[in-house]
Every structure is written in C-alpha cells, then in structure tokens.
C-alpha cells in the first residue's frame, strides 16, 4: 500500500535541509500525480465514462481524502445511474416491481430515487387502471356481445316461432273462416228451416182448427143421428105393433071369411032345397061364397104382406139398433180424435214456440258466426303483418349480430 | 479458480444502511476496483483484490447455481439482484443484497461488471437462509457438482414458479422488506 510517513512537524528539524527538500520534491511530485490522475478520472467522469477510478491510492491526508472522496462521489452517481437505468428499463417493459433501492442512496441521490420511485409507482397504478380499464373494456365487450348474441338469438328464435306460430294461426283463420261460412249456409238452412216449420206448424194450426170444426159438425150430425135412430126406432117399433094388430084383424077377417063361405053353403043347400024359389037366393048365396073366397083370397095375400112388413120392420129394428151403435161408437171416437186434435194442437203451438225460439237463436248464432268470420278475417291479415314482421324482425336480428361482431371487432381492436 | 483455506469464525460482520460495497470486474470477473467499504469490510487489502477473481470472497454456503443465475443474467446484459453471503479474509461473514449489473461500452458491448451492495435486512436474509441451505443440499448430494447445480437450478425454477415471480421479483420482493 502506501510508502508515506508520517509527517510530523517534530521530525522537521532533524533531518538535513537538502534531504527535506528531496523529501518535499517527491511528495510533491506524488500529489502531482494524484492531481494528474484525479483531473484524468474526472474529466472521463465529466463525459459520460463512470468505469474509471482512482486505483491504489498512496496519498494521506487532504489529497487522499480528495481521492476517495471523487471515488465515492463516482460510486453513488455510478450506482445511482444503473439503478435508475434499471428502473427505468423495467418500467419501459411493463415491470413496475422494481425500484430505485434507497438503502445506500444519500441526500439528492436518495431524493431523486424517491421520485423516480414515486413516479414508477404512480405509472404502475395508471397502467393497473389502464389494463384494469382494457379488460374492462374487454369484459364489457365480451358481456355485451353475450347479451346482445343471447338477444340476437333469442330474437331470432322468437322470429322464427312466430313466423311458424303466425303460419299456424293463419291455417285456423282459414279453417275457422271456412268454418264459419259453412256454420253459416247452415244457420241460414236452419232459419230457412225454421221459418217452414213456422208456415207449416201455422197451417196445420189452421187445419186442425177446420179438422176441429169438422168433427164438431161431425158430433153434432152424430148426436142428431143418434136422436134420429131413436125416432126410427119408436117408428119401427109402432110399425110392429100395428102389423100384429093389422095381422090379428086379418085372421078376424079369415075367420068370418071362412065362417061366411060356410054360411052360403048352407044358403046354397038351403036355396036348392026350396027349389025354384030358391033360386035367386042361390045366386046370391053363390055371390056370398065367391066374395068369401075373395076375401080369403085377399086376407092371405094381406097376411103375406104383413109379414113382410114385420119382416122389414124387424130387420129395420135391427138395423137402425146397429145403426145407433155405431152413431155412439163414431160419436166416442170422433170424441177422442177431438181430444187427441186438441193435444195436436197445443204440439203444433209449442212446436211453433219452439220455431220461434229457434229462429231467435240461429239469428243470434249468425250473428255470432258473422264476428266470427270477421275475427277470422281479421287474424289472417294480423297474421300476414305478423308474418312480415317476423321476417323483418329476422333480418334485423341477423344485422344487428352483424353490427355487433363488427362493432366488437373494432373495440377489441383498439 | 484459486482457493485457500479459511477457517470460518461463524462470526458475522455488517456495514452501515448509508453504505455500498462496490466492486467491478473485467468481463471474466476479474477484480478491477474494489472501494473502501469493500476493502473495509472484506478484510482484503486493494492490492490483494485487484486482478483476484471475485470468487476470492465466496463463502462456501453459498449454492452454484446463485452465480449461475447471475452469470447467465448479466452475460445477457441483463441486472441480477441477488442476496449473498460473502466470506472475510479473517473466516467471518457478511450478508449483502448484490446489485450486480454489466458496463457497456459505446457499441453496446460488455466491457466489464459493477456491483454495489447495500446491507440486506435480518428479514429478508433469515428468508433467505434456508432456501440456499436446500439448494446447497440438493447439489452437495450430487457427486457431479454440475448436475447438482442443475438439480438445484431446477429446484430453484420450482420454488420461484410456486410463488409466481420471476428471479428478479422474488430478490425484489424481499428487497421491499427492508
Ligand atoms: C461484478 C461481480 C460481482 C460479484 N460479487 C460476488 C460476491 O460478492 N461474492 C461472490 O461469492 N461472488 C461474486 N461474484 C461471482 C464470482 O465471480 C464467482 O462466480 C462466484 O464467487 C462463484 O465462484 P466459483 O465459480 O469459484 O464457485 C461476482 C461476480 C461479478 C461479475
């Protein structure tokens, strides 16, 4: 190391003049060396060169110290500058772990590493908030192209089921229009219908009503029948009675036939017996007895008669009884034919009533089936627009996911 | 590389929190400045540090693979901070957090190394302690020095993948525990 000695202003005094002069000639060389060698490193220092440094230094006090002093001076700002070279070179790639160490650092060193230090911790935070703010974005971009593809395709689902949804309903319209028409020729069948039943059910009101005139009538010709065969039969019965009484004044009649025949027989015998004298008086007993005969004749021809007057009038008898049964019969029928007319009737009126009602209600069922056919008409046209609009809805949704990827394409981009 | 026996002491040494060891090397690491913390503390005189390779002061705690690191780091023109454990002319011991970084000339090529160590915290070194002790035995158990380094290298790479960092995050981060 060094060679110096200690020079100590006690020692001055012992040594010759010439060999302090010697002694002071070397020293002062030496510190002209150092002066030479620290002028040499600082001028390096002074251009940007921080390698260089005083080696093997032999030189005490203040020079020595000097010598150290722009070593140490050199240290710091050497260190100083790699440090802050580092520092700065980290930060430049995106490292912002690294700082300026302060241990070791001294006043403005220590107080320009403070700031570098606070300033890389400052651009750490704004490049944490700047990625933080990127992969925001970033998320943000990803949530809505999420949301919007969800959106997108749930529109364009929801399109396409209400297209096939609208198709659907468009084919109802249509049954249900064709439906209707047909719910309709029939309601118009059924009133015309109706209205026939009605006409009819008021004719045969009528009818029934002249059916029950007629069978009044009927009932009274009967009831007059009735009276009437009755009547006969009183007169067939007094016919009766006179024939037996007839008959029985014809056997008188036979008998004094008979008895008068005998009679003028025996006038005859009589007349011959008085000979000429009788003879007039047989003329007329002869007279007599053909007059008899006549009679007897003519009561058995009245008998004959009689008895086929008793004949009819007892067939008569029978007859008109049968006559009058069958009147009772007709008139018991006719009686029931007229309460089963008068059931008819009030059928044919409640049938007539019921017309009626039916033919408020088709009324009210063509009504009903006129809206029908009009809400028909009017959900195919709602269905048509509905159509169109899916279809627009469609294509909207297919621009619109488009307009994303494109609009997501340029902020990922950025 | 030369090698003579120090007795250690187990006795530690330390330097002030306004200091810095500085030392430069040649681009084979060859001591070419030495300043007079370095001198103070290291017990070595300038003359016997400079022209020595700076393996003069390696303490035999220290795992290869370190300087490997550091090797590989500053041959790329990179800065390595590394936390090391020094050994004494006399056999005692120092802690330094090294700053090691290359000196460029105007071309861009490396003319030389410098390193400046501060005093690493208690912290930061009881940290330190037995993760070189693991390394240091993963490579004592491997009769091939080189292939121990490897292992340990790898041990290494493990251990800084399991915390997330890079080398130079991990120094850092126990650096932020001073
Ligand atoms: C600028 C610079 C500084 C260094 N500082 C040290 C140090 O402080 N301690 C140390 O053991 N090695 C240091 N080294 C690493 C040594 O050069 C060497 O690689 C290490 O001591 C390992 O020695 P070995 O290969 O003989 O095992 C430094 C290297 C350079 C370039």
Redesign the pocket.
């Given at each position: 190391m060094t060679l110096t000695t200690k020079q100590t202003p006690s020692g001055a005094g012992s040594k010759s003049l010439a060999a302090r002069v010697q002694e002071l000639e070397a020293r002062l060389k030496n510190y002209d060396h150092w002066i030479a060698q620290a002028t040499e490193v600082c001028n390096r220092a002074a251009h940007g060169d921080l390698e260089a440094r005083l080696l093997h230094v032999d030189v005490d006090g203040d020079l020595g110290d000097l010598m150290f002093g722009i070593n140490g001076l050199l240290d710091y700002t050497d260190a100083f500058v790699r440090e802050a070279k580092a520092v700065l070179g980290f930060t430049a790639q995106g490292k912002f772990f690294r700082r300026v160490i302060l241990r070791g650092m001294v006043g403005t060193f220590k107080h320009a590493a403070q700031i570098i230090n606070e300033s890389t911790t400052e651009m750490k935070h704004s490049a944490a908030e700047l990625s933080q703010a990127e992969s925001r974005r970033l998320d943000i971009a990803d949530q809505f192209e999420a949301t919007v593809k969800e959106i997108a395709t749930s529109v364009a689902a929801a399109a396409n089921e209400i297209h096939n949804t609208s198709e659907q309903l468009a084919l109802v319209a249509q049954q249900t229009a064709s439906q209707a028409d047909n719910a309709s020729r029939s309601a118009d069948r059924t009133s015309a219908i109706v209205i026939q039943v009605d006409e009819s059910s008021q004719q045969l009101t009528e009818s029934i009503g002249q059916v029950k005139e007629q069978v009044a009538e009927a009932n009274e010709i009967v009831q007059r029948a009735v009276i009437e065969s009755s009547e006969a039969n009183t007169v067939v019965a007094g016919l009766k009675d006179s024939s037996h009484r007839i008959g029985t004044v014809v056997d008188t009649i036979t008998e004094i036939a008979k008895l008068t025949k005998v009679l003028s027989l025996n006038a005859a015998i009589e007349a011959a017996r008085a000979g000429e004298a009788g003879l007039g008086f047989a003329a007329v007993a002869s007279e007599v007895r053909k007059l008899a005969e006549q009679t007897r004749e003519a009561t058995n021809a009245a008998r004959e008669e009689i008895g086929s007057v008793q004949d009819s009038s007892a067939k008569a008898a029978k007859a008109i009884t049968a006559c009058g049964e069958m009147t009772l019969e007709i008139s018991e029928t006719s009686k029931s034919i007229f309460r089963l007319i008068q059931q008819q009737a009030e059928a044919t009126s409640e049938i007539r009533a019921n017309a009626n009602e039916a033919a408020t209600e088709t009324a009210q069922v063509t009504v009903a089936i006129n809206q029908a056919t009009e809400a028909a008409d009017n959900t195919r046209e709602s269905t048509e627009r509905l159509v169109t609009a899916a279809a627009e809805l469609q294509e909207v949704s297919t621009t619109l996911s488009r307009s994303v990827d494109e609009l997501l394409a340029s902020i990922r981009k950025v | 590389?030369i090698k003579k026996n120090v007795r250690l002491t187990g006795h530690e040494r330390t330097f002030g929190e306004d200091e810095i060891i500085v030392?430069?090397?040649d681009p084979k690491?060859i001591i070419t400045y030495a300043n007079q913390t370095f001198i103070h503390v290291a017990g070595y005189t300038e003359e016997e540090l400079l022209g020595a390779?700076?393996?003069i002061?390696?303490?035999p705690d220290?795992p290869?693979c370190v300087?490997k690191l550091?090797?590989d780091n500053?041959s790329a023109g990179n800065e390595v901070f590394a936390f090391?454990v020094?050994l004494c002319k006399n056999g005692d011991h120092y802690w330094?957090l090294?700053h090691?970084t290359p000196s460029f000339d105007a071309a861009g090529k490396i003319t030389g190394?410098?390193?400046s160590?501060r005093v690493p915290d208690r912290s930061a070194v009881e940290q330190i302690i037995p993760i070189y002790a693991s390394l240091k035995k993963i490579e004592d158990s491997n009769p091939d020095w080189r292939a121990g380094m490897h292992d340990a290298e790898g041990e290494l790479g493990r251990l800084l993948e399991s915390v997330g960092m890079s080398y130079d995050e991990f120094a850092f981060s126990l650096v932020q525990c001073v």
């Open positions: - | 590389m030392s430069k090397t690491g390779p700076h393996n002061i390696r303490h220290m290869h300087f550091l090797w500053i090391v020094n330094v090294a090691v190394y410098h390193s160590r």
